[in-house]
């Protein structure tokens, strides 16, 4: 009897195949995310050198089944590591990402909006008095001349970069 209950408390300490292939594939996704890093990104990481090699590998893999293998192996090296760092600083990355597209989409839809109409620039200049009024003016003048004139879009690219810098500096 006594052989029944240690049985049950070493199966209770285990985790169940089910939550050990989760925790594999969770792994592995991981691994994936880290296989799309550039070398500057994962040398912050402060990964094993058997995980550098696995991972650098794998980029010249393009055959699916033998890349599949690569990156269960990738998944299994990770096992052996404390994966919560690399977590946290991917999370980072993901948010920083998250961040960047956001202010990009806010810039153009300003600038959309001061070359439709010149009311909307007095509304950016309320929310964002840092900005360099009479530069701005003039990329608007510039940029509505090019449009007009089937001329390269120099101001309008340079407007976005202006309006994009004044947000910034109202952000930080």
């Known amino acids: 009897m006594q052989n029944t209950s240690d049985k049950t408390d070493n199966s209770e300490k285990k985790l169940s195949k089910t939550q050990r292939k989760q925790t594999m594939l969770a792994l592995q996704k991981i691994g994936e995310q880290l296989t799309t890093l550039n070398d500057k990104q994962l040398n912050e990481l402060n990964l094993p050198d058997n995980l550098l090699e696995a991972i650098y590998h ?42 960047q597209t956001a202010l990009v989409h806010l810039t153009e839809r300003w600038r959309e909006r001061v070359l439709s109409d010149a009311s909307h620039l007095t509304a950016f200049v309320k929310q964002y008095p840092t900005a360099e009024i009479p530069k701005i003016r003039l990329l608007i003048r510039k940029t509505i001349k090019e449009k007009n004139s089937d001329k390269s879009s120099t101001s309008y690219r340079l407007l976005f970069r202006a309006l994009q810098a004044a947000i910034r500096n109202e952000q930080n």
Request: aromatic fraction near 8%; hydrophobic fraction near 35%; charge should be positive.
């Open 58 to 99: 794998v980029r010249q893999i393009n055959k699916f089944g033998a890349r599949q293998r690569q990156m269960q192996y990738i998944g299994k090296l990770m096992r052996q590591i404390d994966i919560h760092p690399i977590q946290d600083k991917l999370n980072a990355w993901q948010q920083q990402s998250l961040h």
